[in-house]
């Protein structure tokens, strides 16, 4: 009898146990499509955007996107509207767990002087993808990660984190093909700030978070700009805009970056909660007085960002 009692003691203690485990963990890896991939550009039956033909305001968030209170407000980007399969050609339907992908833009396409754009108006600028112009952008407010309303220039990924949609045990890969070039390489000072980064000639961070709603600092993951895979000279004194750098450099007002591809991986297992990745365009060390007006020197006749700035060219989000 006592073992008998024992045994069944045991079964009931195992069954309870069971029926008490937290639903997620029971849902490890979730069914269905795996994989999108987004074009960063208005091209007709190509790219995964519609020309938009103003900058978005300020608006409530939406449910139910994370943070949705019915009056938190946050600064929307660009939506994504068309979604491809991985070879970038097979349109498919936008995955359940992607609730949202967008780029932050501050001119309408075409704009003169454009800062964040799809393709500017300068003969020289790369047309249609999504760009920032570091030429156009020292009047633009910069981003200091306190917050969603107050980033103006990001690509920004919103996701669904039910564990049905992502499974507990699962992590996104970010596949980011880009152009970024600078100037000069990454920092050769001199700067009145004591912080590194202020030496920099553009700076992007990585943040993530629970909520688009956020209103203290970000959580900041990692850099994404520097490096920079090309420049016009790669030294230079930086005393002047007349000094380590010769204009010939930038011939064509454009160095021709190489198109980069960086992978970075979001750990979501390890925090459930993360439902939006922001890459935030931080600050630059360009200025429209000098000794920081480089930009006017060399790239006089152009907004190109291929004289400094950035092109996304496309992003690819896996679940892994």
Known sequence: MVG????????????????????????????????????????????SFAVPTAVPAATPVPAPFPGNDGT??????????????????TSITKPSWLYDFQLGITDAP??????????????QDVAEYYRVSEKDCPNTSIANGVGSSMDPIFMRVVLNRDYTEIGS??????????????????????????????????????FTNSTLSFATNGNPFSVFVPPNYASCQAGGTGVGPNTGIAATDCAGNQKGAPITVKQIIIPLSASPTTSVIQLSRMKSRQSATAPYDYISSFCPN??????LGVVIRSVTLMRI
């Open 4 to 47: 008998l009692t024992a045994c069944e003691s045991m079964t009931g203690t195992t069954e309870t146990t069971v029926a008490n485990a937290s639903s997620a963990s029971l849902h490890r890896f979730a069914s269905g499509l795996k994989a999108v991939k987004i074009i960063t550009s208005t091209t007709t039956n190509v790219g």
């Open 72 to 89: 938190a407000l946050y600064q929307p980007g660009v939506q994504a509207v068309n979604f491809y399969d991985l070879d970038g050609v």
């Open 110 to 123: 075409g704009t003169t002087g454009a800062c964040a754009t799809f393709g500017g108006a300068g003969s």
């Open 169 to 206: 045990a699962e992590n996104l890969l970010m596949q980011i093909e880009y152009q970024a070039n600078g100037l000069r390489l990454n920092s050769d000072g001199p700067s009145s700030s004591t912080f590194a980064e202020d030496n920099l000639d553009q700076l992007w961070k990585i």
């Open 302 to 307: 152009s907004d190109s960002p291929l004289c």
